[in-house]
């Protein structure tokens, strides 16, 4: 489907109103200093951090496929020979002997993955601009528009700088221009980080930068294509200049020799040859309309008013004031930024957006800027469907069944099995074994929570074609493994996992409570998802008999949920993981009228665990006191998370940098994700069999309303209040059939024809 097609597509899903009166817009009343203060743009393949520079600009440029490495896979030969000693050595209390023969034994090959890598940096100069002369300046973000706009005035000058990512025409695209004739002079040149690197004249306006990732295979090559209105043009090999025009327009293509995680063979040139010549001769007007179009059919589809914003600050004041101003505007400027960055970070045929999403200026990213699929990589998706941007999860299903291949081998020679496994993190090349070392890496569940967003698309929107071509042989193998990799505990005869850990706390051990509850909620999606197709009833009652056998959650001495088999939680573990709970989020086998018992231990938990951690913790402890329905808990998490940070080091806690980029710190993108998914939790739940309307909604915000949102089952909700309870609500079926909703403690059974909107009052 041409991009073009796709963005016509789009336009046909209805839009929410958007408001037009800054609440959508981050600004800044001076340049960008460092690059956590930029401005990012992007098309899910390209991104680009812009400064808003006066007499100097920077535009700090990514392509997703710019990583160092080369094809291969990870697994270790015969590693399957030493599992059998590492459960025993477990078994028998040696957690240090069993962790150092993993160490020697059982882990990837080589024990490191790979990193994605800056692409390049347009150096933009206005010789003509004093920067000590300039008056007026304004730099915003709008997301509406998807495009960074800077102006300033110089004299009785003013100059306008648009920068946009556009996906239908698959460029970035640079406007400068000024509000008096001739007043336009500027050079551009493109550099990059990567040592090796080539430039060229390939026509008139036209220079490109050619190179090859440093420690790697991967070629690139960005174009840049120059017009000007009035005056001239000018290239030589690594810079265009533009001299007495009224407005400039910079385009940049590019591309790698990338096709898939084992073939690099692609054409970068004849890419972007390709590219420049279907924008060359479009006028900026056009290249814009398009762009905005196909970027509003999709932002345009939730809009979220929670009250007043204090727009006439600079978002890096409101950041600062938040908690002594009223400001609820910027928690809804939040989810929408959530929601502008998946836009821009992954579109279909794009990769999927990884820690940083697509925005990167380093060669030695921190964690590689790769997918950590522990839960980061996951929570980047738990918008995608409730938010109304389902297709935007397109990429993270091509990674899956990318792993779904390479996890075979690691499945047959490190645990001798069928199926495919995945464990913590994975790369460009699709690395599934243990990496790291065991500590982190030596975690079995990876590929069993990716497989939760399959299921996800089929319980939102009901395609059954995707159910049976794309989800099931993926959930049914990843089922299999564990089918073959289960073991019976000699203390208690349940089924457990093993070796494994419950992420990144206390090292290697049989049977974490994570790992019991991704297990059972793989299976239980594999055999409805079978009896949905009709298919595999071998399979199906395998899966259900071994599924009741897996060793169940326990309530500890401290009224907790044990996080491991045996009661050892520490009272005092301030952990930012809380893995335990995935049962009560994502997961749903936790539930407040379900299983109570649990659902209280789970509180428990959590309030033993605190209120402090990285970035992406806080966001995914919104989350969880959302669905224990305590709205001002979760405010009080998302309040924290919206806490200033300027240190982009490994140091502190989480908050926001000043563009509001999520901190770990450094910057991790999947808080941002994380915040607007729990925001949609705060104001609507539907993973409980029922439409659970302001489930979770804080004092904080007493009146306000959403419009858009999707539940399972194929549900379009608009949801109305004041004074902190319901006014309306509207739901509308895609397929009708009965709906269960909930206010309070109120239960209410629809049956909604398909397409006829139903309100519902108090």
Do not use: C
Not at 30 to 51: H, K, Q
Not at 118 to 135: R, W
Not at 153 to 179: K, N, Q, W
Not at 208 to 221: Q, T
Request: charged share 25%.
């Amino acid at each position: 489907m041409t991009r073009l097609l796709f963005a016509t597509l789009l336009a046909a899903v209805p839009l929410a109103a958007q408001p037009a009166d800054g609440r959508l817009s981050l600004w800044a009343a001076e340049p960008a200093s460092e690059w956590v203060e930029a401005y990012p743009v992007g098309n899910g393949r390209l991104g680009a951090m812009t400064f808003g520079g006066t007499a100097e600009e920077r535009v700090q440029f990514n392509e997703d496929t710019v990583w160092n490495g080369f094809p291969h896979g990870y697994e270790r030969p015969g590693a399957h020979e030493a599992l059998g000693d590492i459960r025993r050595l477990l078994f028998e209390g040696k957690k240090q002997e069993a962790s150092d023969l993993a160490a020697v034994r059982f882990m990837s090959a080589p024990l490191r993955q790979r990193s994605y890598q800056s692409f390049g940096d347009l150096q933009i100069a206005m010789p003509g601009v004093d920067a000590e002369a300039v008056t007026d300046y304004h730099r915003e973000l709008d997301l509406d528009e998807a495009i960074v706009r800077t102006t300033f005035r110089v004299g009785d000058v003013t100059y306008t700088r648009e920068v946009f990512a556009s996906f239908p025409d698959d460029v970035l695209v640079i406007r400068t221009e000024a509000d008096r004739p001739g007043h336009v002079s500027l050079s551009v040149a493109p550099t990059s980080l990567h040592g090796t690197r080539s430039y060229r004249v390939v026509g008139p306006g036209e220079i490109a930068m050619e190179g090859i990732v440093e420690d790697g295979v991967i070629r690139f090559e960005a174009r840049l294509l120059v017009t000007a209105e009035g005056g001239e043009v000018a290239v030589s090999d690594t810079v265009a200049t533009v001299t007495g025009a009224d407005a400039a327009t910079i385009v940049l293509a590019g591309a790698t020799t990338f096709v898939r995680y084992d073939d690099v063979t692609g054409d970068p040139i004849a890419r972007n040859d390709t590219t420049v010549a279907a924008v060359r001769g479009t006028p900026y007007d056009a290249l814009r309309q398009r762009h905005l179009a196909d970027h509003r059919s999709l932002f345009r589809r939730v809009s979220l008013d929670l009250g007043p914003a204090r727009t006439d600050l600079p978002t890096v004041d409101r950041i600062a004031q938040y908690r002594e101003n009223d400001d609820p505007g910027l928690a809804a400027l939040l989810f929408q930024y959530g929601r502008y960055l998946l836009i821009a970070s992954s579109r279909p045929g794009s990769q999927p957006a990884n820690l940083q999403g697509i925005w990167n200026e380093s060669n030695e990213p921190a964690w590689n800027s790769k997918y950590t699929v522990n839960v980061n990589t996951e929570m980047n998706y738990w918008l995608a469907e409730p938010a109304n941007l389902a297709e935007l999860s397109e990429p993270l299903f091509s990674l899956i069944e990318d792993l779904s291949e390479t996890g075979r081998a690691v499945a047959r020679e490190h645990y001798a099995a069928p199926g495919w496994v995945v464990h913590h993190n994975t790369d460009l090349w699709r690395g599934a074994a243990p990496i790291d070392g065991p500590f982190w890496g030596l975690w079995p569940t990876g590929g069993a929570w990716l497989t939760q967003h399959l299921w996800w698309r089929y319980e939102y929107g009901g395609d059954e074609a995707f159910l049976r071509e794309t989800a099931y042989p993926i959930l049914r193998d990843a089922a299999r493994f564990f089918v073959a990799t289960l073991v019976e505990d000699p203390e208690t005869g349940h089924l457990i996992s093993g070796p494994s850990v419950s992420p990144e706390n206390r090292g290697v051990v049989m049977g974490p409570t994570m790992d019991h509850q991704l297990i059972r909620d793989l299976f239980s999606r594999t055999i409805r998802s079978a009896e949905i197709l009709g298919v595999d009833p071998a399979l199906r009652d395998t899966l259900q008999t071994m599924r009741g056998r897996i060793a169940p959650n326990q309530i500890g001495r401290l009224g907790q949920l044990q996080e491991w088999l045996q009661d050892t939680d520490d009272p005092d573990d301030a952990h930012r993981h809380v893995s335990h709970l995935w049962g009560l989020h994502p997961g749903a086998e936790i539930t407040r009228w379900d299983t109570p018992e649990l659902f209280d231990a789970a509180r428990r938990s959590l309030e033993l665990r605190g209120d402090d951690g990285t970035g992406w913790s806080k966001a995914w402890k919104v989350n969880f006191w959302a669905r224990l329905h305590d709205g001002d808990r979760a405010h009080r998490l998302l309040s924290n998370l919206l806490t200033l940070t300027r240190s982009t080091g490994y140091r502190g806690t989480g908050g926001v940098y000043p563009n509001l980029f999520d901190a770990h710190p450094p910057f991790q993108i999947d808080g941002n994700f994380g915040a607007t998914a729990g925001i949609v939790e705060m104001l609507m739940q539907s993973h409980a069999g029922e439409v659970h309307l302001l489930p979770a909604l804080p004092g904080a915000w007493p009146s306000g309303e959403v419009r858009g949102l999707k539940a399972r089952g194929g549900l379009t909700v608009d949801i109305a209040w004041e004074d902190g309870r319901l006014r309306e609500a509207t739901i509308r079926s895609e397929r009708g059939g009965p709906v269960r909703v909930r206010l309070g403690d109120e239960v209410r059974q629809l049956d909604p024809e398909a397409g006829v909107p139903v309100t519902i009052r108090p």
